[in-house]
């Protein structure tokens, strides 16, 4: 499962219908600034989108770090990003992404540890078993509601089905 930037794994994705929300506001509690969305990550296995790549700029001492898609209320309107409960305190503790680093299930779940408390409905003692561990498990964290990243995520599906075989 290696996650891609979606402008890499579609290129023509700003030419079409989708909404680009790189340069969106990532706004957390009491609208405090954390960052700009600098990309999006998708899962190259089953191209949904997993992840927003948050630059925390002059914010948070310049750091990305990378945000849960599911976490992500987006307001389309205002062009802002934002995550209820969301403190700045929990942005600067994020693992510092960085284009060469492999985001593997240990990096995951840094990321995963220090958001579970913006989730009411989580068990906060929740015992994380890499060997048993997968994604459906959290869907808090990767389902997203948003209607519009459904669609890109539908999109992105049948583009792979129907794109042509390699090797």
């Known amino acids: 499962m290696a996650l891609v930037k979606l402008d890499?794994?579609?290129?023509?994705?700003k030419h079409s219908a989708f909404y680009d929300i790189t340069t969106y506001e990532v706004v957390a509690l009491e609208?405090?600034?954390?960052?700009?969305?600098?990309s999006v990550l998708v899962d190259e296995d089953s191209s949904r989108i997993r992840y927003l790549v948050v630059d925390t700029g002059f914010w948070l001492f310049g750091k990305k770090v990378l945000?849960?898609?599911?976490?992500?209320?987006?307001?389309y309107m205002d062009r802002h990003v934002y995550v209820e409960g969301l403190t700045k305190e929990q942005v600067k503790a994020l693992p510092?992404?960085?284009?060469?680093i492999?985001?593997?299930?240990?990096?995951?779940?840094?990321?995963?540890?220090i958001l579970r408390p913006l989730?009411?409905?989580?068990?906060?003692?929740?015992?994380?078993?890499?060997?048993?561990?997968?994604l459906d498990q959290e869907p808090y964290f990767y389902e997203t509601n948003d209607l519009h990243l459904k669609e890109v995520e539908k999109q992105l599906v049948a583009r792979k089905k129907h794109a042509p075989e390699q090797g």
């Not at 945000?67 to 209320?73: D, G, K, Q």
């Not at 492999?102 to 540890?113: F, G």
């Open 67 to 75: 945000l849960p898609i599911a976490l992500a209320c987006i307001s």
């Open 8 to 13: 890499h794994y579609y290129p023509e994705y």
């Open 31 to 38: 609208d405090e600034k954390v960052g700009t969305v600098a």
């Open 96 to 100: 510092e992404y960085t284009d060469n």
């Open 119 to 134: 989730i009411a409905e989580v068990a906060h003692n929740q015992v994380y078993n890499p060997a048993t561990y997968n």
């Open 102 to 113: 492999l985001v593997d299930p240990e990096y995951e779940e840094k990321i995963r540890s």
